[in-house]
């Protein structure tokens, strides 16, 4: 059974830091690209960063590029996201997802998210 | 970057009934284009890709559409557990965008 388990997840201050871990199981996490997808709360679905399934492609929306960095250890079956100079529009459920195939957009499991609240 | 805008915001319905949510692209995403359902509390659930494949476990009566810069999704025969907020998304160009969901609801 595919799980993925997102934690790290808190309240930062603005401007402050965190990174976020995805724990894969139940496939070869290495054979699929990933991504992070972040909801505000109340609000639809943005999508965050994706890393194809070697890392060492990296895609950012234009909102978290040059704070955000997605990496992933495949000997740990575990993708991070380091989210820097965080701001309060970053308050959000942070979401890792599967990729189906390659970096296709086709997210075929998703956590169960992870809060992260930028307040002071 | 390519904006999504989805029709209706919300879609007040019947079981039973049909529901047709439309999805237009600001410029061409030829046929990448993908569907997500979201229920309360949950995380998406991957619906459509490319336009018009059902994913794995995904019933018949969801039917996808177009290309282009027009899309849709139909639910042929609602039943009770269709009614969530529904969400496209693009993967034609960098970043990958989504659209500001449609919520179908019980009318």
């Known amino acids: 059974e595919v799980q993925l388990l997102e934690s790290g997840g808190a309240l930062v201050q603005p401007g402050g830091s965190l990174r976020l871990s995805c724990a894969a199981s139940?496939?070869?996490?290495?054979?699929?690209?990933m991504t992070w997808v972040r909801q505000a709360p109340g609000k639809g679905l943005e999508w965050v960063s994706a890393?194809?399934?070697?890392?060492?492609?990296?895609y950012y929306a234009d909102s978290v590029k040059g704070r955000f960095t997605i990496s992933r250890d495949n000997s740990k079956n575990t993708l991070y996201l380091q989210m820097n100079s965080l701001r309060a529009e970053d308050t959000a459920v942070y979401y890792c997802?599967?990729?189906?195939?390659?970096?296709?957009?086709?997210?075929?499991?998703w956590g169960q998210g992870t809060l992260v609240t930028v307040s002071s | 970057e390519i904006v999504l805008t989805q029709s209706p915001a919300t879609l007040s319905l019947s079981p039973g009934e049909r529901a047709t949510l439309s999805c237009r692209a600001s410029?061409?995403?030829?046929?990448?284009l993908t569907w997500y359902q979201q229920k309360p509390g949950q995380a998406p659930r991957l619906l459509i890709y490319?336009?018009?494949n059902r994913a794995t476990g995904i019933p018949a009566r969801f039917s996808g559409s177009g290309s282009g810069t027009d899309f849709t999704l139909t639910i042929s025969s609602l039943e009770p557990e269709d009614f969530a907020v529904y969400y496209c998304q693009q993967r034609s160009n960098w970043p990958w965008t989504f659209g500001q969901g449609t919520k179908v609801e019980i009318k």
């Open positions: 997802a599967k990729d189906a195939i390659a970096v296709a957009a086709r997210f075929d499991y």
């Open positions: 410029q061409s995403v030829s046929s990448y």
């Open positions: 890393i194809n399934n070697g890392g060492g492609s990296t």
């Open positions: 490319d336009a018009s």
């Open positions: 139940g496939f070869t996490f290495s054979s699929y690209a």
